[in-house]
């Protein structure tokens, strides 16, 4: 009969699986295996061998991606782990994303990238698949594709970089980087120092050592139940790491056997669990939006004040830059996920299932005992008392805004202010430094233009640089609001993700220099003081034409995107069997 182009069905039934999973049409089904086994044999594959369960393995290295450079290393340990457990890896290769090769971002290829996934998982055999990700689009896109294709799927994450040294001082990308371009933009550094730093802030391969989106994303890979317990924090290049990596191509198998389909472990308590864990840990802001698109791949919804009063009963325990101090090494030794994933017990979902076939509070009870350390705080005396992340809302933001309140000024989460607007990217690099540029400390900055569609693809440019002239006079922080995104390792009072976007006709499009905005953290408001009418007239004078554009990638993303709230994922990329939202708080 025909096959469905469900692998859902298709595992779940057992009677089709490995090499006849999916089989290509050409005429009979019988002629169709024929012809599949004789070309696979081309490679040299017996019968005997291409009976075993078949493991596909989303492979992304890339030149263009030292975020995944241990590669080879990971996949000669994982298919090791396959293969001793009776299984046949099958590699394959799908795009690869790194966050400086990404023209014009990460975040516009990361749904291209979660359809290469999906389609080919659903269109080569295999009974399980291991993706393999790491830098900042990569563990989302696959986690993404994987939830829509439906098979059983484990993610296995390349690892951290390790930390570098410059002048006796420990320095890893990316907060790092960014605190020493700030010195030397107010001159505190020299040339010969900004080039010096330059061979020390990523140290080796591996993704960036801080608790920005790619270390985000790892720990809420694992708190979500899809890798093995611990997968989330060895180093790239230790040892550790690639004990996971085996260990991911064992439990691979087994899941292959049992037919655990991710949609028995991306359940509502999963993604709840990983939303404490965002939280607990400061991370990314950008963590929130991919949680948003995974979920809506499963057909859960985010809903945002839920999670704002999650916020408020989930402290900061984790103290890793930009929110604290340490590298994700550090948190690794600390006992990574394991200790955190106890401290949070009383607020985690014990029951939810995991890529072992275990449960999370099974998978806790063996996992090694906990020790003394400094990394991870308990419950009872947390780095920052609420969660790391704050959504405001307001007649700026009718759709809803995020603050990383861990990584705020305090002095200036309470704060109205006087507008000074840049309509768009190229007109703040125009002005920002401009000795004549009207502006003081107390000031607001408001960048338009750099959301979903505006970007387009939704930049990290929310992490606006200090004007020059304040810098050099030793200005720090000041408040920034915009509908872009910033870097999951950058810190500062920055308001993003602002919804809907200016490109869309948000009302942020309407705002001009001079008018009155109030933040308040404490309120949870962001509000500009101008009237309705006044605004109306501005949308009236000046309406927003929408963006597009006449082929290929650019034209799907502009016909189809949707906005921050909903995970700027495509709108036919949904799960139309809408399940309700989340957290059910
Ligand atoms: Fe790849 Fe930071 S650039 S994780
Ligand atoms: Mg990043």
């Known amino acids: 009969g025909q096959q469905s182009r469900s692998g859902q069905a298709e595992s779940r039934s057992g009677q089709s699986g490995g090499l006849s999973r999916g089989l290509t049409q050409y005429g009979d089904a019988g002629f169709s295996m024929f012809l599949r086994k004789a070309f696979i044999k081309g490679a040299g594959y017996t019968d005997q061998v291409l009976n075993k369960p078949i493991i596909g393995i989303a492979s992304t290295g890339s030149a263009y991606n030292p975020c995944h450079g241990n590669m080879p290393q990971l996949l000669e340990a994982l298919k090791r782990g396959i293969m001793l457990a009776g299984g046949l890896p099958m590699e394959f290769p799908t795009i690869s994303l790194h966050e400086s090769f990404s023209r014009p971002t990460s975040m516009y290829l990361r749904n291209l990238m979660s359809m290469d996934t999906e389609e080919m998982v659903r269109a080569q055999p295999m009974d399980a698949v291991v993706l393999i990700?790491?830098?900042?689009?990569?563990?989302?896109?696959?986690?993404?594709?994987?939830?829509?294709?439906?098979i059983p799927a484990i993610e296995l994450i390349t690892g951290s970089m390790l930390t570098g040294s410059h002048r006796s001082e420990r320095v890893g990308a990316c907060t790092d980087c960014r605190r020493f371009w700030g010195k030397y933009r107010a001159n505190e550094i020299d040339a010969n120092e900004i080039r010096e730093v330059n061979d020390q802030l990523v140290a080796s391969v591996g993704t960036c050592s801080v608790m920005g989106t790619a270390s985000t994303m790892a720990c809420l890979s694992e708190a979500l139940g899809m890798t093995v317990p611990g997968g989330a924090s060895p180093p790239a290049v230790t040892a550790d790491r690639m004990r996971i990596a085996e260990q991911t191509g064992t439990a691979a198998v087994d899941m292959a056997r049992r037919g655990l389909t991710i949609d028995q472990i991306l359940t509502a308590d999963a993604f709840e669990n990983a939303m404490r864990v965002l939280l607990a840990i400061g991370g990314s802001t950008n963590g929130l939006i991919h949680l948003t698109a995974i979920a809506g791949r499963t057909g859960y919804t985010i809903d945002l004040e839920a999670f704002d009063r999650m916020g408020r009963e989930t402290p900061v325990l984790v103290n890793l830059k930009p929110s604290g101090q340490h590298y994700m090494e550090d948190f690794h030794a600390a006992g990574g996920m394991t200790t955190l994933l106890r401290e949070l017990r009383p607020l985690l979902h014990l029951d939810a299932m995991t890529v072992t076939g275990r449960t999370l509070g099974e998978e806790l009870d063996a996992r090694p005992d906990s020790f003394d350390q400094t990394v991870i705080r308990p419950l009872s005396n947390p780095v920052y008392p609420q969660g790391g992340m704050a959504v405001l809302r307001g007649n700026l933001a009718p759709g809803g805004a995020i603050i990383k309140q861990s990584a705020a000024d305090a002095g200036l989460m309470e704060h109205e202010a006087r507008a000074v607007v840049f309509e768009n990217a190229q007109d703040l690099a125009d002005r920002i430094d401009d000795p004549d540029l009207d502006i003081c400390d107390q000031d607001i900055i408001v960048l338009k233009n750099i959301g979903p569609k505006g970007g387009p693809g939704m930049p990290?440019?929310?992490?606006?640089?200090?004007?020059?002239?304040?810098?050099?006079a030793g200005v720090k922080d000041i408040v920034r609001i915009s509908d872009g995104r910033m870097s999951g390792t950058a810190f500062g009072t920055i308001v993003l993700h602002v919804t809907p976007e200016s490109a869309d006709g948000g009302p942020l499009a309407w705002v001009q220099t001079g008018d009155r905005i109030r933040l308040s953290v404490a309120r949870r408001e962001l509000s500009l003081l101008v009237s309705e009418e006044e605004l109306a007239q501005r949308k009236h004078q000046n309406p927003v034409s929408p963006r597009g554009a006449a082929r290929g990638y650019e034209k799907l993303y502009f016909d189809e995107i949707n906005q921050a709230d909903e995970g700027v994922d495509f709108r036919f990329l949904a799960n139309p069997d809408a399940k309700g939202s989340i957290p059910r708080t």
């Open 133 to 150: 990700g790491g830098c900042d689009k990569t563990v989302p896109a696959q986690l993404m594709g994987a939830a829509s294709a439906g």
């Open 460 to 472: 990290e440019a929310g992490y606006i640089p200090i004007p020059a002239k304040l810098a050099r």
